[in-house]
Nanobody, 119 residues
Framework: QVQLVESGGGLVQAGGSLRLSCAAS????????MGWYRQAPGKQRELVAT???????NYADSVKGRFTISRDNAKNTVYLQMNSLKPEDTAVYYC?????????????WGQGTQVTVSS
């Protein structure tokens, strides 16, 4: 199992920046995949950025060139640097970790952190 704690959300004006953090309760070397998702009111949860297969990064088209996912292995923490924020980025942002055991994957979610971008 793994527990995830997100932080760093808040209110920011359009064009501004925020950095989200996701601290894991175990070494992120032992986690098969980690990433960020978001859910806006009335919408489905969607992928924002993920690490897959080690250091490979995957981004949603809507955030490419503006958001960067990174990690600090020593701190067991994954970050999401968000620049040039837009009102449509407003959502609750969730961190997800996937553990694969005996070919079965289990997803773990953090509690979420609110990001609000004002126009």
């Amino acid at each position: 199992q793994v527990q995830l704690v997100e932080s760093g959300g808040g209110l920011v004006q359009a064009g501004g920046s925020l950095r989200l953090s996701c601290a894991a309760s175990r070494s992120i070397f032992s986690i098969n995949a980690m990433g960020w998702y978001r859910q806006a009111p009335g919408k489905q949860r969607e992928l924002v950025a993920t690490f897959t297969s080690g250091s490979n990064r995957n981004y949603a088209d809507s955030v490419k060139g503006r958001f960067t996912i990174s990690r600090d292995n020593a701190k067991n923490t994954v970050y999401l640097q968000m620049n040039s924020l837009k009102p449509e980025d407003t959502a609750v942002y969730y961190c997800k970790a996937t553990l694969i055991n005996w070919s079965k994957g289990t997803d773990y979610w953090g509690q979420g952190t609110q990001v609000t971008v004002s126009s």
